[in-house]
């Protein structure tokens, strides 16, 4: 096929309690064995390669029930090319491009990304882009380790990274701006909500952060949004100047005169595991 094109196509994807995806629908699993569903699949599907698809002004509702209160995250205006797509999925590199909207409650952003995906052996190189991503749409998340009320807010990331056989490597930078705070909690991400506001004063209401997400998507306890919430907490702390035992005892709700022993690297790892599980 040389190309297809949808037009204006609108996607729901979305997570119940307990993390499994519910929209769309999928197909459900008949008990068979793996042998019996390959022989079965490949008896029935005709190889097919598609030259191109085009997506031209999209919508994706992405809704998260796995936290506290939902989080809901709207993509619109989506245009998106790959080409070089073959099914059933082949050892074959694809390029894409994509650019989008992003739709907050006061922050309209931006998402560009760009790069190469083999989907048959699980590899990619990509880079995106995102500038003026509103937090307030992805507050739940952040509420697992900030008792401060975030009342507004954006977010810029740029991110360059790759992933080899399911395994993601991927660093960047992050800048948060224009963050402000409602009455209650003197936390923000692990930190001292004090040390975030005097950082914000004296940086033209910017707080830029270091992060780096790497994980196996293979594996059930892994979270794309969690490893990165992670990676930010660390990030602000050190930019700070929050120390990282700091940032364990804050994170893991102990204080140093609780303890008999000093709080070590690897007791922090559990604290943050249990966290963003």
């Known amino acids: 096929i040389s190309s297809v094109e949808l037009e204006k196509p609108y996607f729901l994807i979305e997570k119940d309690r307990n993390g499994k995806i519910t929209a769309p629908g999928l197909p459900v699993d008949?008990?068979?064995?793996?042998?019996?569903?390959?022989?079965?699949?490949?008896?029935e599907t005709t190889p097919v390669e598609i030259k191109k698809i085009a997506i031209n002004k999209g919508s994706v509702d992405y809704i998260d029930r796995k936290t506290l209160s939902p989080v809901t995250i709207k993509l619109r205006d989506i245009r998106f090319d790959v080409d070089n797509i073959h099914i059933p999925m082949t050892d074959e590199i694809s390029k894409y491009k994509l650019d989008c909207a992003t739709e907050g409650p006061s922050e309209k952003g931006k998402i560009k990304s760009e790069g190469k995906i083999n989907v048959g052996r699980k590899d990619a190189n990509?880079?995106?882009?995102?500038?003026?991503?509103?937090l307030t749409d992805v507050k739940p998340y952040l509420q697992k380790h900030s008792s401060a009320n975030l009342t507004r807010g954006s977010l810029d990331v740029d991110i360059k990274g790759g992933m080899a056989s399911s395994r993601i490597d991927a660093s960047g930078?992050?800048?948060?701006?224009?963050?402000?705070?409602?009455?209650?909690?003197?936390?923000?991400m692990g930190v001292p909500l004090s040390l975030v506001i005097s950082m914000l004063e004296k940086n033209d209401n910017e707080i830029p952060v270091a992060f780096r997400i790497k994980g196996n998507i293979n594996?059930?306890?892994?979270?794309?949004?969690?490893?990165?919430?992670?990676?930010?907490?660390?990030?602000?702390?050190?930019?700070?100047?929050?120390?990282?035992?700091?940032?364990?005892?804050?994170?893991?709700?102990?204080?140093?005169?609780?303890?008999?022993?000093?709080?070590?690297?690897?007791?922090?790892?559990k604290g943050l595991q249990n966290i963003f599980k």
Do not use: W
């Open 219 to 269: 594996n059930p306890t892994f979270s794309i949004q969690e490893q990165f919430m992670a990676s930010m907490a660390i990030g602000l702390a050190d930019k700070l100047g929050f120390s990282i035992q700091s940032l364990g005892e804050a994170l893991l709700g102990t204080k140093d005169s609780d303890r008999k022993r000093p709080v070590d690297i690897f007791e922090l790892g």
């Open 173 to 188: 930078n992050a800048v948060l701006r224009d963050l402000h705070f409602g009455s209650g909690g003197n936390r923000f």
């Open 126 to 134: 990509y880079t995106i882009s995102v500038r003026s991503f509103d």
């Open 30 to 43: 008949t008990g068979k064995s793996r042998k019996e569903k390959s022989r079965k699949s490949q008896a």
